[in-house]
């Protein structure tokens, strides 16, 4: 049998055999402490082709197969300590268990993790990974270097022994998502990868599209230590509350402006459909037109004329005449204001759209405006289509966060943003345009949409549908891991994908800045409330009557002796 050179202080089991794949084996082993599911372990070959490695391993399910009787445990007076003594068991590890382990492979610094195939021989010593190793095979990156983004630590290696850093131009190349049930943290670890986006080693441009408000807290890092540098940066917070948000119409198409208009009939739809192809005839080359311009056209596209050479007007133009005039009056549509990229990005600084008090449908047309005209303009910069004088010029990468993506790309639902979404995740990456998905609701966002994001950040999620869709959406993160999404607790986060060498068990950091989507406290705000609310009760019960001041009272005008 094959014996490792390992120190005896590393070893804690030994190979029986092969498991159920050709990527398992399995180990045994009595230290019940140290075999977590998720924990990393390796055995060491030296062969010709490889030298001297370590063919790292994740274990993935834990099995007892030894242990003292039953009965022994079902008497409260018996002590099992005394008995294992007798029966010749080491008490208090009295317990033997079988170990699977699945084969990661050994790690190249170039080439990152290979998998050599080679099974281990029954009775090679199991290791466990000790912690400077795991810093180095686990991360891309290191903390602190420019393009990483240190987010927590190995959840399995205690006092933050083994920080986990995301390569951040994977993270941002490839789109990622972070899935999560209610109250798990998600909001919070979004929170901190923005923070890392920012610090001085990587100074992004990042744009958030907020639904709650709960990103406006971000703006702490002005000024704040850990976000400055040397050379005078520091990160610009650029908050737009739903008062600032304005999009011009003529960078609206057809189908934005029908989501805009509400019980429109198939005729008004072809009308309106016209209306907008004679509008692009006679304003190409022009970027503004306003709501009557477009009506001008509907008109056109709904005039007929008779056998007799008189020209008619349909029904259909003057309904969508009023409905359009309607979208005039709209907060957020102009013919001149505009949040053109150069007002939403720039390296070092974050825009958060706050947009918790617009309506559904005009948030899935500001977003897909919003994200057109952002990856328009950074395709055309990098085909040297316009110049620095334009207000779609973006000659740098950005990265974009969707905060409730279910809303903007739900499955098995006709929604405004879906269709460009698809188009950024599929084609961005080669123009720098990113793209990060929040979303409690797995299940309920579009497929495809998901299977683009090659980054995945797994939180807490008890929903069978929400877990079910993740088997199919999310291929990086091994089935051992997925099985432990209902067991994980508030800030504990499964990250696999393109951002790290392998899937891991993340404790997310500690922000630094406050998090602004905590959950309120009822009780308190009960506790907080309950004597205010019995002082006015007691007012209002004391306060005088009024008396009417003669015989005669005037009630609802009318005379009352």
């Not at 993790?113 to 810093?135: S, W």
């Amino acid at each position: 049998m094959a014996r490792s050179a390992q120190p005896s202080s590393a070893v804690i089991g030994t190979v029986k055999g092969p498991g159920e794949t050709g990527n398992q084996y399995v180990f045994i082993t009595a230290n019940n402490q140290q075999v977590k599911i998720g924990e990393f372990v390796y055995y060491a070959v030296d062969r010709p082709e490889l030298g001297e490695a370590q063919i790292l391993g994740k274990i993935s399910e834990r099995r007892l197969i030894d242990h003292l009787p039953d009965r022994i445990f079902a008497d409260t007076e018996i002590s099992p300590d005394v008995i294992a003594s007798l029966v010749g068991f080491d008490y208090p590890n009295p317990e033997i268990y079988e170990i699977t382990v699945d084969v990661i492979g050994y790690f190249h610094p170039a080439l990152g993790f290979m998998n050599p195939r080679i099974a281990p021989d029954p009775g090679t010593k199991v290791c466990l990974a000790d912690d400077e190793t795991l810093r180095h095979v686990i991360n891309k990156k290191q903390p602190g270097d420019v393009g990483g983004a240190e987010v927590g630590s190995l959840l399995l290696r205690p006092g933050n022994a083994v920080p986990v850093a995301l390569d951040v131009k994977e993270l941002v190349s490839t789109h990622m998502a972070i899935l999560a049930g209610t109250g798990s943290g998600k909001s919070y670890t979004a929170g901190v990868l923005v923070e890392e986006l920012l610090r001085p080693y990587n100074r992004a441009a990042v744009l958030i599209f907020d639904p709650h408000g709960e990103y406006g807290t971000l703006s702490e890092m002005r000024g704040h230590e850990a976000f400055a540098h040397s050379d005078g940066y520091s990160p610009e917070v650029k908050i737009l509350s739903p008062d600032d948000i304005r999009i011009r119409l003529s960078s609206l198409d057809y189908y934005d402006i029908l989501t805009l208009l509400p019980n429109m009939s198939d005729r008004q739809q072809a009308i309106l459909q016209k209306g907008f192809s004679i509008l692009s005839k006679h304003k190409r080359g022009q970027y503004r037109w306003d709501v009557q311009d477009l009506i001008s056209a509907v008109y056109e596209a709904d005039r007929t004329t008779d056998e007799e050479g008189n020209e008619k007007v349909g029904s259909s133009a003057p309904a969508i005449e009023w409905k359009l005039n309607k979208l005039e009056s709209s907060e957020y549509f102009h013919r001149m204001e505009h949040l053109a990229p150069r007002d939403l990005f720039a390296p070092g600084q974050v825009t958060i759209l706050q947009m918790n008090d617009i309506s559904q449908e005009e948030q899935q047309v500001i977003c897909a405006a919003v994200l057109r005209q952002s990856y328009q303009a950074r395709m055309n910069t990098h085909k040297e289509k316009i110049t620095p004088e334009d207000e779609n010029y973006l000659p740098y990468p950005v990265f974009i966060l969707l905060e409730e993506a279910h809303r903007f790309a739900p499955a098995h639902e006709p929604a405004r943003c879906k269709q460009i979404l698809r188009t950024v995740l599929s084609e961005g990456r080669k123009f720098g345009m990113g793209v990060g998905l929040i979303t409690q609701r797995p299940g309920k966002l579009d497929s495809d949409v998901l299977s683009q994001c090659m980054s995945q950040f797994l939180m807490r999620i008890v929903n069978p549908v929400d877990q079910d869709s993740l088997k199919y959406g999310v291929e990086a993160a091994g089935r051992d891991l997925l099985k432990e999404l209902p067991s994980l607790t508030k800030g504990q986060v499964i990250i696999s994908g393109a951002c790290v060498n392998t899937p891991v068990l993340c404790q997310v950091r500690r922000r630094l800045t406050q998090h602004g989507g905590e959950t309120m406290n009822a009780p308190e705000e009960w506790m907080k409330h309950f004597q205010a609310h019995r002082q006015r009760a007691r007012k209002i019960a004391t306060a005088p009557v009024a008396v009417p001041s003669s015989p005669a009272e005037s009630i609802g005008g009318i005379s009352i002796e």
